[in-house]
Structures are given as structure tokens and as C-alpha cells.
């Protein structure tokens, strides 16, 4: 009678100590997911002089630009990327990149002025610059500053 209370006892004891366990890993996953979703990076892997200038400019997080202008711009670079490529680098601009987005034919407003004068910032910008702005771009559009907030 003894043993059996003590092997009750262990087992629960053994359920609590589980559950606590499970407990602790559910925080975790909830810490790293909302460490995620609070970090709006600017870069990853690269800061350059032209890219402190953009920051310096527009905010650590880009936080002056709205979504949609991050959204041209994350199509701009990724235009701008393919193109060097192809193109003598120093044969394709930024601006080029802009203009063979084509975006006034479905932005009733036009392009936005920020957007025409950060890509004549950007112009002279390395592909390694563009992808370090990419990645940052994609992250504030996902998990920062910039994502789409919707009522689930």
C-alpha cells in the first residue's frame, strides 16, 4: 500500500514537473516569435556609407517612409539587382530601375516624391547594398514597422 502511494506520488509529480516543462518551452516560443515581430532591422549583414546616408535620412527603421513607398522601393531594388546582371553596372541606375517599374500606370497619385528622390539618392548603390536594403525592406513589410495589419 505504501509503494503504491509513493509511485502515485512520483507519477504525479512527474505530470506537474511535464507540464511545467511544456509551460516553459510555450514561453519561449512565444518570446522568440515576439522578439521577431518587435525588430524592425535596418540591415543585417552591411552598413555602408550609403546606406547610413538613407538611414541618417529617413529614420533607423526607415520609419518616414510609408508601406506603400516600401513596397516600390522592395520592387525598385529587386528590379535594379536583375538589371545589374545584365547591364554594365555603372550602365543602370537606380532611377533607371524606378522608371522601368512602369508604376504610373496603376498609381492613381503618381510615384511619390520621396520615392523619385531616394532612388536619385541610391543611384551608384552595389547590388550587396541593394540586397542588404532588400532584406531589411522584407522584414519591416513581414514582422516591422511597415507590416499589413489585418483583423483575424
Known amino acids: 500500500m505504501f509503494k503504491r502511494n509513493r509511485i502515485a506520488q512520483k507519477r504525479q509529480l512527474l505530470r506537474q514537473k511535464e507540464s511545467e516543462l511544456a509551460w516553459i518551452d510555450n514561453d519561449i516560443s512565444n518570446f522568440k516569435v515576439n522578439q521577431m515581430a518587435n525588430t524592425d532591422l535596418v540591415t543585417y549583414y552591411g552598413q555602408t556609407e550609403k546606406i547610413d546616408q538613407l538611414v541618417e535620412k529617413h529614420g533607423a527603421y526607415l520609419e518616414q517612409l510609408d508601406r506603400k513607398t516600401k513596397l516600390l522601393l522592395r520592387t525598385t531594388l529587386s528590379q535594379y539587382v536583375f538589371m545589374q546582371q545584365i547591364c554594365t553596372p555603372d550602365n ?55 507590416r499589413l495589419l489585418t483583423i483575424q
Not at 123 to 134: K, S, Y
Open 92 to 146: 543602370y541606375l537606380v532611377t533607371e530601375a524606378l522608371k522601368d517599374g512602369d508604376f504610373e500606370r496603376f498609381l492613381c497619385d503618381g510615384i511619390p516624391e520621396v520615392l523619385i528622390n531616394l532612388c536619385s539618392e541610391l543611384n551608384g548603390l552595389t547590388v550587396d547594398d541593394a540586397e542588404t536594403i532588400l532584406e531589411a525592406l522584407q522584414h519591416q513589410l513581414r514582422w516591422g514597422n511597415a
